[in-house]
């Protein structure tokens, strides 16, 4: 889809998407068009109120009208403004137009400018049209729509175009990885979908350690979870530079990618295990925002790290009891082999001293706890670096890709203590997502750091299964917000 800004598109596209207000109120664009009264005539007759959800098709010449309902001007949330652009999409798709015009700028979201308005259409829009029809015969129908113009053009609307654009380029390169099936997306795959980034831009070098390498540098909590798997673990390492200082400290991002987690010998219960698939969801946002970020050019330096593996019950698999090595020397006793995630970070964390971050952010989806805690609509952060935590908190209220914070203090730790070890790898029945971001805290001491839990974020379950791409939108906010 082409998104451009322009305002005498209004008289020549084959479709105009205008907003209706409740209480039968016209839109400026609504105004324009109704001339002869037309449609002050449907309101009348009641077709059309201007509530959220209505919507009505009119019939203009060469033009199709799209009026929807757009509630009471400067009241509506942004995701009630969502829910009419998706309104919008569903009946624009079943017309033959090809270029419409979004007049929803007329529409005033509530502590929100154009900006926002222009960018939340575009990522919506693009939301809508995503489908994953790889693995079937039958592919979705072709979209007839290729041009949506937006009429106020102005560097407000440009810039929103703009980073929409990378940010839906972004999140749909994380649905498609994450939407892959585990016998196809399984480590090696990641790997070779970060180096496919060196081939969008010279502003990326991708580099891949695998198992050999991971022993050399110590990093045995990564590999005992690796050993029951016949799929290599691999770590894909991919470094944006483009600071004015080339020297200045990266902004480093790491992603969970169990491209599929079984528990181990910790097997998990069999029904909606396929959706372990989606364990690798950190990554694949990762891999997104490195993406959204070569589209950008950002003005940064930003490492992503993809954190490949497989966690499968076997012969040859870590098992409960086991004590395992980490990279920083710290001793883990491995209490269920399902709470593998914190120890393919640990290493992966303790990896990335060495870049000597500005900060680093990890995104995975770390634990059920979290979805308990929190539900499906807010992603869990656990930081310790207060600054770092309400940049993230700001950059997600912002996008509305939401995160809310979770109390990390040293009480948590008590939970993970072990006979036998350093550390134990579960810290028990209470606060999981808690003492799974306390667990990580210990191989973080060297920069700032935040944690992402997006277990109850990442993908939706139910009629509309599938990988959201979260949270795209909002690293890449914090990006676009650091320049
Ligand atoms: N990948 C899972 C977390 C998960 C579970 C995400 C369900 C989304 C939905 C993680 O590796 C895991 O298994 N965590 C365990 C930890 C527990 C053993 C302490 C969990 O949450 O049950
Ligand atoms: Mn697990
Ligand atoms: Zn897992």
Redesign the pocket.
Known sequence: MKYSANLTALNTADAVLVAIFEDSELSETAKKFDTQGEITALLKCGEISGKIGESTLLRQGTQRILLVGAGKPGEITVRQFKQIVQKAFQVIKTTASKNMVNALTDVQIKDRDLYWNVRFAIETFEAERYVFDEFKSQKADQLKLENIVFPIDNAETQRAIQHANAVALGIKLARDVANCPPNICNPKYLAEQAKTLEKRTALVKTTVLGEKEMAELGMHAYLGVSQGSKNEAQISIMEYCNHPNPDAKPIVLVG?G?TF?A?GI?L?PAA?MD??K??MCGAASVYGVMNALAELQLPLNVIGVLAGCE?LPDGNAYRPGDILTTMNGLTVEV????????LVLCDTLTYVERFEPECVIDI????????VALGQHNSGLVSTDDALADTLFQASQQTQDKAWRLPLSEEYQEQLKSPFADLA???GRWG??I??GAFLSNFTKKYPWAHLDI??T??LQGANKGATGRPVSLLTQFLINQC
């Open positions: 969970k169990l987690d528990g910790s998990k909606e959706e372990m989606y364990d966690n209490l269920n082999t399902d709470a593998e995630g914190r995975a989806t770390l634990t059920g706890a979290c979805v790898n579960i810290g999981g997502a003492t799974a277990a109850g990442a993908w």
